[in-house]
């Protein structure tokens, strides 16, 4: 990649869910929200002193939307209204958005830089008649074991599936993202020189009804598909999709397993048909690093949640690129 560049381009920067969640860390909701953010808003600012200026943040929200929809079930019969699932996307959006967007600003004043960041409430249209509502796919929350998974299915009606060797999980519909409401929005703030924060979650995924009204609904939208259409849909050159793993491997956790520095996009679409991503897992990211850079971006890098300026310089991560 040319550095050079790529300091005067659109880079969106995709956080997994992991951005506020680090492993075997004390469940405080100081330690593993702000003082985790911390660790990956501190990349982004040096990012902004090496000169790159115009970036936008999505992130997923993975177990903060599982959490929120819990608590709705667990506490049913002391609050018979409960929350649908489009609104605990949104709820979650607000948490997350205010913790980044905290979080940078406060590094930002620290180091004497004039940034900001700006949070915005992200809604994506999907087609009512998606497929996806009729067969659930999309994991969120905690992770249970098998005997618990098949006691919430019998108990509450959830469809649960094994995720990834990680455990079980419950499922929700997963529509693909085909609008992002609140582009024009993400357009204005960079203009103004913000850093934007947006498409949290997948977005609050929501329909216009014959009247042209736009509704949510009960679904999670995939983090990644967002991610990827927010970039083209603000015009972003780069895509960095920053996950739990260093690179994209082939035979991963097998024998042989492989890292993948640099690919073409008909390279990685046929490891995907070889099989190599797992659903659920890496499978959804390559697709919306090859559909970024299939539909005109200049280059995608998958990498380590705290590699974010050497993978963007070239030094680490799975780069992606136009052939």
Not at 152 to 162: N, S, T, V, Y
Not at 195 to 200: D, E, L, R, S, T
């Amino acid at each position: 990649m040319n550095t050079s560049s790529i300091k005067n381009s659109k880079v969106l920067i995709a956080f997994g869910g992991n951005a506020l969640n680090v492993k075997g860390e004390a469940h405080t909701h100081q330690k593993e929200e702000f003082q985790v953010a911390r660790k990956s808003m501190e990349q982004l600012v040096e990012l902004i002193e090496k000169g790159y200026e115009h970036i936008i943040i999505s992130h997923g929200n993975g177990p903060q939307v599982g959490q929120i929809f819990l608590q709705q079930e667990l506490t049913k019969d002391f609050f018979p209204r409960q929350v649908t699932l489009d609104v605990c996307v949104a709820d979650s959006q607000g948490r997350i958005g205010y913790i980044l967007q905290n979080v940078f600003d406060n590094i930002c004043a620290k180091h004497g830089i004039r940034k900001r960041a700006f949070s915005i409430i992200t809604q994506v249209l999907v087609d009512p008649d998606d497929p996806a509502f009729d067969y659930p796919t999309k994991p969120i929350g905690v992770f249970y074991s098998k005997e618990e998974a098949e006691t919430l299915k019998q108990e509450r009606g959830w469809a649960m599936i094994e995720d990834a060797g990680r455990g079980y999980r419950r499922v929700v519909p997963s529509p693909a993202p085909l609008e992002i409401i609140e582009k024009n929005i993400f357009h204005d703030i960079l203009k103004l020189g913000f850093v934007a924060i947006g498409g949290g979650g997948g977005g609050i995924p929501v329909i216009r009804n014959k009247s042209g009204v736009l509704q949510g609904v009960e679904a999670v939208i995939d983090k990644d598909k967002t991610s990827a259409l927010l970039a083209r849909e603000v015009e972003a050159d780069y895509f960095v999709v920053l996950t739990e793993v260093d690179f994209v491997y082939l035979n991963f956790n097998k024998p042989g397993q492989q890292e993948i520095k640099k690919a073409t996009v008909s390279e990685m679409k046929t490891y995907l048909e070889e099989g190599h991503f797992l659903e659920g897992s890496m499978k959804p990211k390559v697709e919306a690093a090859i559909d970024f850079v299939q539909k005109g971006g200049k280059e995608s890098i998958i990498a380590g949640l705290y590699n974010l300026l050497p993978a963007i310089e070239g030094q680490t991560g799975t780069h992606i690129l136009p052939g």
